[in-house]
């Protein structure tokens, strides 16, 4: 049936990235109507939704998920005519259908994913209609991606007995909320794109006067006050690409509530599956970033809601004893600083004792028993991104494997992010995320070295120290700076990037860049100036060049090299790490 | 490639030379041919990669193909030039001593490459030798050059 799918690509993509919003609208709203399960208006919508995907389907002759959307609008149409009321079994059936459709499509896209079996679900759809008695437990056939493996062990478990809508068991549990993988198209408000398009029409306007300006100049005639014409024309050149930019910057913002409208689900099945009680609260969900950004921060987000209410927020017997209310709290915030934007994850549970994290590191070797005596505590709570490392007792599936922390950071590494983790025993956990609004465009600091200017970007840098040698040492054959009460690793940017051929000329200067949570000093012979770049490929033929992330091209038409941040402190530390060992 | 080879009229060929020998690349796969612009050197990337350059606001890599086939690099010149290839995925410059000639060559005048004799690092990408009056030009298979530079640096 499915083999037979093969419409054009661009109507096949059109036809995805709707189906993914549908879904994703389906699954908001059922959630909705869980907690107001008298609303005609959302009953309404989510059968406006299933009809839709019903027929987006049918249009492209995808039988099953004709089949699924079908049966699944079925059922809410009993609900509103009157016949059955909505019941847990009733919304937990629906959002089977949305993971289910989600499988479907996954099938689609790739078609070595085997089809899914919607049959057990439409069965189980229709027992639903006749009356309680017929409700089932969601099939044992649901298919877990394989992104959770930790969740196959349950949900292969034999099915449990009709009729006992066995709380917190079946659903997926855990299952990461998804990316829109495709991340290739933006959807835009044409309202931007008008803007954009005005200004394409002055810098055209702006373009002739020049051509004009120029045919002048070949006739012969004289141009009346030729430097003043054109210092005007390279002025208004100058403020419309700038708007253009920042135009077209737009087009690739989305508020970050696309990526905070994944989690209700998320937590709703980790509360049942836990056995805890847990509110959800979002803010600043009209926060914009970069779509590139907010898809990045998608899995590490996931990570640390996971982490909250596995290990944070205790059970509610515990929660009482320890005299706070049952319901947890878990909020998500994000907003603005300066380029970047913050996203914190807070919870109001247990905390995180350090002092067990601090004796899990000694017990994993990680560090020394009479290093751990002189840790302050947030040194003790940086041994949590420590790859491997985890408090928990017991693995549990949700978290606990030690792959947590140090992924979430690596992540956010490589998208020159930075972590930050504040927690109080008892009384609960911030995690901070602070990610640049955008990637294309990069305010950055040229600097010289040998004979080339390098673009570092700014979001990095931390401060400038003069080149001061009595600040500099040699720790175990490795040079190292002192700055403010730490010794940080120190690299010659002259030496990695082969630039020694001319002396390094006196008052160099010394770059201190952070990267998450982690410092590095470079050495550079000049500072030239700080402007904003677009960051560009240096192509495939080279691929990864060490230590170059990609090149610009400045006012004057050259190229200059963008140094790569994350590829130099790693560097840097693996060194200094290599060295302490 | 395979449509060069099928089609039967005579090859369009940009002809340069490297040293003292004449090479050839099909026009096909030539985009542009401009004079040296500023190449920005590239740190830690491979010795036979001149480095990047603007052009037009993409930034594209330069290879030294003196370099690349093994000869000794040469000191550009004003008659140095850079052909500018696409060669899907890459678009890529590749330095020449200088741009002879845009010639039309009969097929029947294209031998394929010699089986003797060795030709030193250029051999394995001669696809063909073009007989002209009095000159022989070795026809370059770029796409095959890079090729064999991806898979080394896979290897790498």
Redesign the interface.
């Known amino acids: 049936m499915s083999d037979s799918f093969r419409p054009n690509p661009e109507l096949f993509a059109d036809f995805v990235a709707e189906t993914e919003e549908l879904i994703e609208t389906l699954v908001e709203d059922v959630l909705l109507l869980e907690v107001d399960p008298g609303s005609a208006d959302l009953l309404k919508r989510v059968f406006r939704t299933l009809h839709t995907l019903k027929g987006n389907a049918g249009f492209l002759n995808f039988t099953p998920m004709v089949d699924l959307s079908h049966s699944a609008e079925d059922q809410v149409a009993q609900v509103r005519a009157g016949r059955c009321s909505v019941t847990t079994p009733l919304t937990d059936g629906l959002l089977l259908v949305a993971d289910m459709l989600r499988n479907l499509l996954d099938h689609l896209r790739d078609p070595s994913v085997a089809c899914p079996d919607v049959g057990r679900l439409i069965q189980q759809l229709a027992r639903l209609a006749e009356g309680p008695a017929g409700v089932a437990a969601p099939p044992a056939a649901v298919p877990v991606p394989p992104a959770a493996p930790g969740a196959s062990a349950d949900t292969g478990a034999p099915e449990v007995p009709a009729g006992e809508p066995a709380p917190g068991a079946e659903p997926a549990p855990g299952e990461p909320p998804r990316a829109e993988r495709d991340s290739a198209t933006v959807r835009v408000d044409v309202q931007r794109i008008d803007q954009i398009m005005n200004q394409v029409g002055e810098l055209v306007l702006e373009r002739n006067r020049l051509q004009q300006i120029i045919s002048e100049l070949r006739a012969g005639k004289p141009v009346e006050r030729l430097e003043e014409a054109l210092a005007e024309n390279a002025g208004r050149i100058h403020s419309i690409t700038g708007e253009l930019q920042a135009a077209l910057l737009k087009v690739r913002m989305v508020p970050v509530e696309r990526i905070f409208r994944k989690f209700p689900r998320l937590v709703r099945d980790l509360e049942a599956r836990l056995g805890k009680q847990v509110r959800l609260v979002t803010t600043g969900g009209d926060t914009e970033l970069d779509k590139t950004v907010a898809e990045a921060i998608l899995d590490p987000l996931t990570h640390l809601v996971r982490n909250a209410l596995d290990h944070g927020i205790e059970p509610p017997a515990a929660r009482r004893a320890r005299g706070k209310p049952e319901e947890g709290t878990l909020s998500l915030v994000a907003s603005h600083e300066g380029n970047h934007i913050l996203v914190r994850v807070s919870d109001d549970g247990a905390g995180v004792d350090s002092a067990r994290v601090a004796r899990k590191a000694v017990q994993m070797g990680l560090v020394s028993p009479e290093r751990l005596e002189t840790m302050s505590r947030t040194e003790a709570l940086d041994l949590l991104f420590a790859p491997g490392l985890t408090t928990s007792e017991s693995v549990s599936e949700l978290s606990g494997r030690g792959v947590g922390l140090d992924v979430v950071r690596s992540r956010l590494k490589a998208y020159h992010g930075m972590i930050e983790l504040t927690s109080e025993p008892g009384r609960g956990t911030q995690v901070t995320l602070k990610l640049p609004l955008t990637l294309a465009i990069v305010p950055s600091l040229f600097v010289l070295v040998g004979s080339?200017l390098y673009a570092v970007p700014l979001a990095s840098v931390i401060e400038v120290v003069a080149e001061e040698s009595r600040q500099r040492f040699v720790f175990q054959g490795r040079p190292v700076l002192r700055w403010r009460e730490r010794v940080l690793p120190l690299l010659d940017l002259r030496d990695?990037?082969?630039?020694a051929s001319a002396p390094a000329p006196p008052g160099r200067k010394t770059v201190i860049v952070g990267l998450a949570d982690r410092q590095v000093a470079f050495l550079v012979d000049a500072l030239v100036g700080q402007e904003e770049v677009v960051i560009?490929?240096?192509?495939?033929?080279?691929?990864r060049?060490?230590?170059?992330a990609?090149?610009?091209?400045m006012g004057d038409?050259?190229?200059?090299?963008i140094v790569d941040i994350p590829a130099l402190v790693g560097l840097a530390r693996g060194e200094a790490l290599a060295a302490a060992a | 490639m395979s449509q060069r080879d099928s089609s039967t009229g005579p090859r369009q060929l940009v002809g340069f030379r490297l040293g003292q020998e004449e090479y050839a690349v099909d026009i096909l796969c030539v985009k542009e041919i401009i004079r040296v612009a500023h190449v920005t050197p590239v740190p830690n990337a491979p010795p036979h990669v001149r480095g990047v350059l603007n052009l037009r606001g993409q930034v594209i890599p330069v290879v030294c193909l003196r370099q690349r086939l093994g000869m000794e690099p040469g000191e550009p010149t004003s008659r140095t030039r850079i052909l500018v290839t696409d060669l899907p995925p890459h678009t890529l410059g590749f330095a020449v001593d200088s741009v002879t000639e845009v010639i039309r060559v009969p097929r029947e005048q294209i031998d394929p490459p010699p089986e003797a004799g060795p030709r030193g690092r250029a051999e394995p990408y001669v696809e063909g030798v073009a007989k002209l009056d009095s000159r022989l030009l070795l026809i370059l298979d770029l796409a095959r050059l890079l090729t064999a530079d991806e898979t080394q640096a896979l290897a790498a």
Not at chain 1, 496 to 499: A, I, R, T
């Open positions: 080339q990695l990037f082969h630039s560009k490929t240096l192509g495939d033929y080279l691929g060049v060490p230590g170059i990609g090149g610009t091209v038409g050259r190229v200059a090299l």
